[in-house]
């Protein structure tokens, strides 16, 4: 029997990630009303008791935080700049926690737009990708006020397993930032891994557990490596949505400035990934990008 827990939260962006996020907050207990741009992107969660709402007034008006999952900064300021934004309707709590990717400078523009009027705002963007988010055990990174995270801490439980608070308004998000960039750097060394075990005509399956055994194991070696080595491209973490975390990660290195050059060969291959129409593939799709540049299309598997 489900445990109905006292707190209505407005959900704004039902994706791939979001729908997950929200379907756990409802399977919590909590009393969900979720927006999204796309209407039909809520219609398999209305068995999970969650209100799909027209608007995003009708989300958040009565809300006591309002949760978003939203592809990039400027959907995020839309919520809370547009005309049916945050600042025009402020949630009944006074709480917003974004948990979207975006740029650490346009958060604290947002969180102080926010603040003048009452409102708290959280950055507390994720990692585990949707497998994280559909089993609830994401990793989430927070910045903003204390007393905000404390209060968001119920909500944030229901969607992860390790909850840090990193610092002021922006550090979740900076936190994140350097979490993709770690991220993108490591799919890109296991690429040129395969790329050359594969010209020496080594067993890459066997190859890989080998690997795993040593001192170059990475979750991404381990969840991504099969699909590399099978050609399989489908999406889970897509190429559009690593490239637009990796160009905020060089924006914000513009900032200070701070020399990242293996980020920005790392961009370049995604970029690469693009130009042949391959944003909607999962993250492990780069490895097509080192098919091309090798002049081969067969992973040795035998």
């Given amino acids: 029997m489900k445990t109905t827990r006292s707190g209505v939260v407005g959900f704004l962006g039902l994706g791939v990630m979001g ?156 936190v994140k930032l350097c979490n993709q960039l770690i991220c993108g750097i490591n799919i890109q060394a296991i690429c040129e891994a395969l790329a050359l075990a594969r010209a020496w005509d080594i067993n890459l399956p066997q190859m890989r557990e080998v690997l795993l055994g040593g001192s170059a194991a990475s979750w991404m070696l381990d969840k991504l490596g099969p699909a590399m080595i099978e050609g399989d491209t489908s999406a889970g973490f897509r190429i559009d949505l690593m490239m637009k975390d990796l160009r905020l990660v060089l924006e914000a290195a513009q900032k200070h400035p701070v020399p990242l050059p293996a980020t920005a060969l790392v961009a370049s291959q995604y970029q690469n990934a693009q130009a042949y129409g391959e944003g909607a593939n999962g993250n492990q799709a780069l490895f097509k990008v080192y098919d091309r540049l090798t002049g081969q299309r067969t992973v040795n598997t035998n």
């Fill in 19 to 174: 729908r997950e996020m929200a379907r756990n907050l409802a399977q919590a207990g909590y009393t969900v009303r979720a927006f999204d741009i796309v209407s039909s992107a809520g219609d398999a969660l209305r068995p999970f008791g969650i209100e799909i709402v027209s608007d995003i007034p009708s989300a958040v008006r009565d809300a006591d935080i309002v949760i978003s999952m939203l592809p990039d900064t400027p959907q995020v300021e839309e919520i809370v700049s547009g005309l049916q934004g945050l600042l025009s309707v402020p949630p009944r709590g006074k709480l917003y926690v974004d948990m979207s990717t975006i740029a650490p400078e346009a958060t604290r523009r947002l969180s102080q737009a926010l603040q003048a009027i009452g409102v708290t705002m959280l950055d507390a963007p994720v990692s585990g990708g949707p497998i994280g988010a559909k089993n609830g055990t994401l990793t989430i990174m927070v910045g903003g006020d204390a007393d905000g995270f404390e209060r968001a801490t119920p909500y944030l439980r229901a969607m992860g397993t390790t909850l840090n608070h990193v610092g002021a308004s922006g550090a979740g998000q900076t």
